[in-house]
C-alpha cells in the first residue's frame, strides 16, 4: 500500500485501480493534485520500506507549503532539501 502524507501532517493508506492495488499516473497525479510529477527513488531502509516518493515538479515554484512530515520521512535521502505539497511514499508494486 502506498502512503499519502499531506501538508498537514495527515497520513493516509491509499490503493489503486490496478488489480494489485497499484496506482495509476493519474491516480498518483490526482492524490497529490499536481500535472508535473517528480518520482524521486529513496532507501527503504531508512524510509521504512517505501523505495519511491512522488511529490508536485513545480511545487517550490507555485510557492506551495512545506511538508515536514513528508521531509522528515525523506530526510535521509535527501539532506539539506525539503519537500512541499503533498507527497505520495509507494513500495515496490504500489506503482
Known sequence: M?????????RQEVKGSKPNGGLTWDEIRALIGVQMLQP???NS???GGYTLFYCDEDG????KPVNHAATELSTLTMIGDYLVGDVLFCKRGDK
Open 2 to 10: 502506498a502512503l499519502l502524507i499531506k501538508v498537514d501532517g495527515t
Open 40 to 42: 524521486v527513488a529513496c
Open 45 to 47: 531502509k531508512m524510509t
Open 60 to 63: 517550490k515554484l507555485h510557492g
